[in-house]
């Protein structure tokens, strides 16, 4: 990836931080929104038409939070892979020298980890709302990519949530190095993705 000569180390371009920072804030916007309508769509107290007390409210709100979601999550997805193919295609700025290898080595690790999620998570989604066919979104039908298969469509919702509970973990570490470079290492690491003007 070419450096650019405004900033005074190689630094990721405006573009690839432009991807980095427009799914990490759907990405942060995603998870409250995920546990929050399925909260409201299978656990929260009301009552039936008999008034028995059920779980789970289906009003317009539920709906709405849904085809959020869905939408969201497909947008998050057409960006991760757009932003793969500019990374595959462009590269990055090498790696800071003065970072010892076992940590530039973990930190690719978790990098890679976290692309290969972030597909794998919101195709998992697409696939259990297929399979249980839950496909409206907003006004709109998804097309069905699958048959219907009730119990499959449950399992991939598990494996949709532990993915989504992986890509916690992983933001977390990640947040923790960017917070260990800034402010007890002092290097020159988060600069990369943020960088300072050179006047
Ligand atoms: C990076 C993208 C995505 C992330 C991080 C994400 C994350 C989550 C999270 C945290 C939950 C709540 C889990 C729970 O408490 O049960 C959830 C539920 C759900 N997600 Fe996603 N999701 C993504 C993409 C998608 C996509 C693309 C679709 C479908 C097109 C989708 C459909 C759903 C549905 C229908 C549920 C509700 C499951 C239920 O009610 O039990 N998600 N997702
Ligand atoms: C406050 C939040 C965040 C901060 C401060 C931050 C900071 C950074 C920094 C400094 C780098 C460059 C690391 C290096 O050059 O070695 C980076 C790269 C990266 N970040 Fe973040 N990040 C944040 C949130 C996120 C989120 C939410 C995701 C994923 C959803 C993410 C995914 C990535 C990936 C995949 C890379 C590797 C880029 C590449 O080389 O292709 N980041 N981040």
Redesign the pocket.
């Known amino acids: 990836m070419a450096q650019d000569p405004k900033y005074a180390l190689p630094t990721y371009t405006p573009t690839a931080r432009a991807f980095h920072w427009l799914i990490a804030l759907?990405?942060f916007i995603?998870?409250p929104?995920?546990?929050y309508?399925?909260?409201r769509?299978?656990e929260m107290p009301s009552v039936n038409e008999k008034g028995e007390p059920v779980k789970g409210v289906w009003d317009a709100l539920t709906g709405y939070l849904?085809s959020s979601?869905?939408?969201?999550?497909?947008i998050?997805?057409t960006l991760?892979v757009l932003r793969l193919l500019y990374r595959l295609t462009q590269g990055a700025p090498r790696s800071d020298p003065t970072v010892p290898p076992a940590l530039t080595g973990i930190s690719h690790l978790v990098h890679w980890a976290l692309y290969a999620?972030?597909i794998a998570?919101?195709?998992?989604?697409?696939l259990?709302?297929s399979y249980?066919d839950?496909?409206d979104?907003f006004n709109f039908r998804?097309p069905m990519l699958t048959v219907k298969n009730d119990d499959l469509s449950?399992e991939i919702?598990e494996w949709?949530?532990l993915?989504?509970?992986l890509?916690?973990g992983f933001v977390t570490l990640h947040i923790i190095a960017a917070v260990y470079h800034y402010f007890v290492r002092r290097d020159r690491v988060v600069e990369r993705m943020i960088p300072k003007r050179v006047a």
């Open positions: 759907l990405i995603q998870f929104l995920g546990f309508m399925s909260y769509g299978n849904y979601h869905k939408l969201l999550g497909l998050v997805l991760v999620l972030l998570v919101p195709v998992l989604g697409y259990a709302i249980g839950f496909l979104i998804l449950k919702f949709h949530e993915g989504a509970f890509i916690i």
